[in-house]
């Protein structure tokens, strides 16, 4: 008994440094590349941002409903960073609220697309047959409509709203995510540790959620990682046209669309909430190239 714990204690310890130069060697990696160190920092400021934004930003009230028409289109100045917008209401404080109200958004599609097109794909993968035929015709139907396209009629069906929004931009994402993990499922199906847990009995679902969903994650977090900058952009799109976010709400789409009207003697309203569309889907595609070069081997071996 005691050599046994010896022993595990000593296969812990050896592997442990191992994973530990592991993690430093990507961690190095990663941060020796500036473009994703720089994706990282802005996204860790956004992220700053969205969470301590409403506590002190400067007007507060003008973030949904204040009205102070003798303020309306003022231009930047010391008092208001960002100007007005028509209605009076401070853009600085707006756009910085919005922040959050854009990155909940990014967060709840790829979650929602990710983990849908995750276990969907990986029942095709795995269980293969008619099974898969019927789910990857299915898959097709979805991908042969750009996706941008697609989320604006399902947004248009559906009604203009910032759920709806997010609904049609689900529908248009989780398709990718199958068809990516439905491949690597396959590949994952015919390794021996898959027919070692087949020959000790255990069941089909057991093994698709115990071995082949955690060794097909990696492509997804890279993906995932890749995708949130334009799944923002998408949500803001539909805004900016009327389908996504409603009145009074401060997100930049809906803000920029409110600038069209006084555009361009009043530059400032739409400019500066797409400049943080701008900022936001730059930082997330540079961090998710880094995270891609990090976790995917094949980027590994170019660097």
Known sequence: MLASEQTGKSVNESRSPTQKNAIQILGRRFIRNPLSSSGFLIVLFLVIIALSA?????????????RRMDENLRPPSEKYWMGTDHLGRDIFSRVMVGTGLSLQVGVTVVLLSATLGTFIGGIAGYYGGWIDQVTMRITDGFLAFPSLVLALGVAAALGPSLMNALLSI??????????LVRAQALSVSNLEFIEAAQALGSSRFRILIRHILPNVLVPVIVQASLDFGYVVLTATSLSFLGLGAQR?????????????????????????PGLAIFITVIAFNLLGDGIREMLDPRMRNRV
């Open 248 to 272: 009074p709400f401060p997100e930049w789409g809906l803000m920029v669309s409110e600038g069209r009207n006084v555009f361009p003697a009043s530059w400032w309203v739409s400019i500066f």
């Open 54 to 66: 409403k506590y002190w930003v400067p007007f507060p009230e003008d973030i949904l409903t204040a």
């Open 170 to 179: 689900t529908i248009a994402w989780w398709p990718w995510y199958a068809r």
